[in-house]
């Protein structure tokens, strides 16, 4: 499960259905379906939203395969985004902050 930056958006992986559900979030904390998006593979074993929040990436682990969703900031929608990455067996998925990263010595 993921929230959007904004928490207005509740992301449910389905690796039954190889979805992912989005639920609006209500000002009180109901929640309301708003659909059931294909991941683009089999197995979604977990999914991250990338940093600006556009979109989302899904480990799809028994298709071999990190699929790249684009949000609808209005709806929560997700659509494809055209590309994905070929990797054994994903099952994690985690963005990096370089902003004081430098190659060959740890801040």
């Known amino acids: 499960m993921g929230l959007d930056s904004a928490a207005r958006f509740l992301y449910v992986s389905n690796r039954g259905h190889d979805t ?11 929640l309301t379906m708003a659909g059931n998006f294909q991941t683009g593979g089999r197995s979604p074993r977990t999914f991250t939203i990338d940093p600006t929040g556009r979109y989302l990436l899904v480990a799809n682990e028994r298709s071999d395969r990190v699929v790249v969703l684009k949000i609808d900031p209005e709806t929560g929608a997700l659509d494809p985004a055209g590309q994905l990455v070929n990797v054994p067996s994903p099952v ?9 990263w430098h190659f060959g010595r740890h801040p």
Not at 20 to 30: A, D, L, P
Not at 92 to 100: E, G, I, K
């Open 92 to 100: 994690c998925l985690a963005f990096l902050d370089r902003t004081n």
């Open 20 to 30: 992912i559900s989005v639920f609006r979030i209500g000002k009180r904390g109901t």
